[in-house]
């Protein structure tokens, strides 16, 4: 089935540790993203890449870091300098840029906590 | 500036009865797109229904309807005959050209639907 994967689900991280979400799309999307939201709260976007090799940082930048080597991959480092990880991450992806009109769709999220 | 606002934070109501969720968008563009996204309990947002500027057509689709006026900027998302699956945090969104690759969100309504 087309979609997008993210992994794992639900991880448990340890202060001063550094974690990585992983991100996959099997849509042939050129555009990915990622976006944190915080319970009750809206989404945020961290970082998107709208092709191999080239990201860009979102509103929230700070304490995360992502690399764009393959078009289907796109993962996720939350970092020991991320104040406050503990968060819903989702991953996303569109066709193209979405200022042109492209749709974006959404994986099943990861949830992470910091113990 | 590009903004989504969704008045209502919560909403419920009793199963059958039918419920319409607000959307009041701003931009200054005068070609975007405007999205509705379902976000079940389990987290995944689920694209609903696209929407461009220039198409005011309102749209059905089973039990869901969409009310597109630009007059006052609404985006008005109706379900009829609810029912307790339709339970869960509904967003509002816009892209344009000024939003760049960004979508821009609103903060959500909770629908809870009772039996």
């Known amino acids: 089935d087309g979609g997008i994967t993210q992994s794992p689900k639900y991880l448990f991280r340890k202060e001063g540790q550094n974690v990585t979400l992983s991100c996959e799309q099997n849509l042939n999307h050129d555009a990915m993203y990622w976006y944190r939201q915080d319970p009750g709260q809206g989404l945020r976007l961290i970082y998107y890449?709208?092709?191999?090799?080239?990201?860009q940082k979102g509103d929230i930048a700070e304490g995360y870091s992502v690399s764009r080597e393959k078009k289907e991959s796109f993962p996720l480092t939350v970092t020991s300098a991320q104040k406050n990880p503990t968060a819903f991450y989702l991953c996303?992806?569109?066709?193209?840029?979405?200022?042109?009109?492209?749709?974006?769709?959404f994986g099943e999220g990861s949830w992470l906590t910091v113990v | 500036a590009q903004k989504v606002t969704q008045a209502q934070t919560e909403i419920s109501v009793v199963e059958k009865e039918d419920v319409t969720l607000d959307c009041v968008y701003e931009?200054?563009?005068?070609?975007?797109?405007l999205f509705w996204y379902k976000q079940p309990p389990s987290g995944e947002l689920v694209f609903l229904i696209r929407r461009n500027s220039f198409d005011e057509q309102n749209e059905i689709s089973g039990r869901y309807s969409w009310n597109f006026q630009k007059s006052t900027s609404s985006f008005n998302f109706t379900i009829t005959a609810s029912q307790v699956v339709d339970s869960a945090v509904y967003f509002c969104?816009?892209?344009?050209?000024?939003?760049?690759?960004?979508?821009?969100f609103g903060s959500g309504t909770r629908l809870s639907i009772r039996p």
């Open positions: 931009t200054r563009d005068t070609t975007y797109y």
């Open positions: 969104a816009l892209t344009s050209y000024s939003s760049a690759s960004k979508i821009i």
């Open positions: 996303a992806s569109s066709p193209d840029r979405l200022q042109t009109g492209n749709t974006i769709y």
């Open positions: 890449s709208q092709i191999v090799n080239d990201f």
